[in-house]
């Protein structure tokens, strides 16, 4: 019953991913040569019926060329730089003269559709420049490559890009007008992930391989004095971590000074019983106190990066001398001896009877028990020297 509990206080910590905190205000900068493009098979069957992708983009070459941006099975989706070819199941159209952002300046781009509509609409910086129809029944086919940077699986020349992408998110919904004119508002206000919605996000394409020499780069959002417009945000985020931290710890302290004093209330069991939970319970306590530990000096972590501008630290929170399994191994079965029932009292035949009863009721109740990792551990925890 503890083990329990003590699995749903942990469950209680937020998930707190320092290094995406920051990393999602990279760009991924694609050098120009052929042999430089990401590409991967993501699951795109919940893009089947409705889609979005939008994103930012910075073009450094003034090629003529077919520079392609993005491309989903080849023509199933194709976008370029320039607008020169932008197809969607396999029909294309030229928008060359809509695609007039000047050579190192960031535009907005995004595209919408769903078999609902059956419109493919396209727009700049918010504003729409091309809305076409779809054959009926048409949609988009899951299994196939999806490259940023190149056309189909990559590596043609002539289509490659040059220039920097940042921000691209493919969600599983066609956005309305008003909801593209907010994304290309501001090109640091980075919108969270809609709750229940498929989302392929710019930080999975950022942890994605890549091919040649594709790099990350600091975008506008990183540059120097950028970083303070949206400090204030993450600092909230690690105080609302410390909050949660702090309930937790209050929580298992009071579990631990009522184990420790014996009370019978938090242990519904006989007495052998508890001299056996208590022993599992403590160990228990202790390695989450350890981890809580850990969290906090993450968070701290995270509030040193975000102040020092991203200089790097070890955030892994490992203990390099001593593992957690070294340390649990360090409880002694023999603890219970010193709860108030035995300490500094004779031994007499009647507890030891107690003893050997409760064990055996113990192990009848393990009958049909999966005997998982955890568990033999905890045996051997208890068994041990």
């Known amino acids: 019953m503890w083990t329990v509990c003590l699995i749903a206080l942990a469950l209680l910590v937020p998930p707190f991913q320092a290094e995406d905190t920051l990393r999602k205000y990279k760009a991924l900068n694609f050098p120009g040569d052929s042999e430089s493009f990401v590409s991967f098979f993501p699951d795109m069957t919940p893009f089947s019926k409705a889609f979005s992708f939008c994103g930012w983009i910075r073009k450094d070459n003034s090629s003529a060329g077919w520079p392609i941006l993005l491309s989903y099975g080849g023509n199933e989706l194709r976008m370029q730089d320039n607008g020169g070819h932008n197809c969607i199941y396999g029909a294309c159209t030229r928008l060359a003269n809509k695609f007039t952002a000047p050579l190192g300046n960031w535009f907005h781009y995004c ?9 493919f609409r396209e727009y700049i910086d918010g504003e729409i420049i091309a809305s076409r129809a779809t054959a009926q029944g048409r949609h988009l086919p899951p299994g196939l490559s999806f490259t940023l940077g190149n056309w189909g699986d990559g590596g043609l020349e002539g289509l490659q890009l040059e220039g920097l992408l940042f921000n691209f998110n493919f969600i599983a919904r066609e956005f309305s007008r008003e909801e593209v004119e907010e994304r290309a508002g501001d090109m640091c206000e980075l919108k969270d992930e809609e709750e229940g919605v498929y989302n392929l996000s710019w930080v999975n394409i950022l942890g994605e391989e890549r091919n040649g020499t594709v790099t990350e780069v600091d975008s506008v959002c990183l540059e ?19 909050a949660s931290l702090s309930t937790i710890r209050d929580e298992l302290d009071k579990i631990l000074d009522k184990v420790e004093a014996g009370t019978t209330d938090m242990l519904e069991m006989e007495q052998g019983q508890n001299i056996s939970c208590q022993v599992e319970l403590t160990s228990h306590l202790n390695k989450k106190r350890r981890e809580l530990t850990k969290v906090s000096s993450l968070l701290n972590k995270v509030v040193r990066i975000l102040q020092g501008g991203g200089k790097k630290e070890n ?71």
């Open 111 to 119: 595209a919408t559709w769903s078999s609902e509509s059956r419109q």
């Open 224 to 242: 120097k004095g950028a970083v303070e417009s949206r400090l204030e945000e993450a600092r909230k985020g690690v105080e609302q971590g410390e």
């Open 315 to 385: 955030l892994s929170g490992e203990d390099d001398e001593t593992s957690d399994l070294e340390k649990d191994r360090a409880a002694s079965k023999w603890d219970f001896l010193y709860s108030d029932s035995y300490f500094n009292k004779e031994f007499t035949r009647q507890q030891s009877e107690n003893l050997r009863s409760s064990w055996d009721k113990v192990c009848d109740k393990m009958v049909g028990v999966t005997i998982t990792r955890k568990l033999i551990e905890l045996m051997k925890s208890v068994d041990s020297d």
